[in-house]
């Protein structure tokens, strides 16, 4: 009874902070996203506690609460703040956002209807780091290649935008003839 409403308080603090990660009602600033994503992973971490799953929980403080949003954080002041809180909401990616939202909510709603969440799940891997390296490298070894691509091309992604606006600047200084001066 109690791990059912940890489970039900965790995810829904961990959808409340991901709902203001994306689309913060009192504040559009890059920073705020970024430390209410912090705490989404933090209430995702609680979920992994109450799967017996303690090291990803770790993992997921550790990693990805800590050490990957100190690199959001640094892509985050190497991008022109200003112009992101000039942006204008367009049409189709309010569209496209509100169509994400309801498929995905009818994911949510479908699987809970199908799954009582805390029955039925035995923790295989619990506490052997071994066994986890295991499954991750021989029975998961696809998926794990497949996000480790998605990450090095979103990085690198990450890296070619903020060069783009780092250069844009120069080629302006170094062609004097294009700007004459008064």
Partial sequence: MATDLLFYLFAGLALVC??????????????????????????????FVL???????????????GAVMVLFLFVIMLLDLKEE????????GIVTGVVAV??????LVVTL??????????????????ALGMALFQQYLLPFEIVSVLLLVAMLGVILLSRREL???ARAAASPADNPEP
Avoid: C
């Fill in 85 to 92: 809180e000039r942006r204008r909401w367009n049409r189709f």
């Fill in 167 to 169: 250069k844009a600047p």
């Fill in 102 to 107: 309801i498929a995905l909510f009818g994911i």
């Fill in 113 to 130: 209807l199908r799954v009582r969440p805390g029955t039925g799940l035995e923790a295989e891997l619990e506490g052997s780091t071994h």
């Fill in 51 to 65: 799967l017996h799953a303690f090291f990803i929980a770790a993992v997921q403080i550790l990693v990805y609460a």
């Fill in 18 to 47: 991901g709902f203001l990660t994306v689309a913060n009602p009192f504040d559009r600033s890059p920073v705020s996203s970024a430390l209410f994503l912090v705490l989404t992973m933090v209430w995702l971490s609680g979920l």
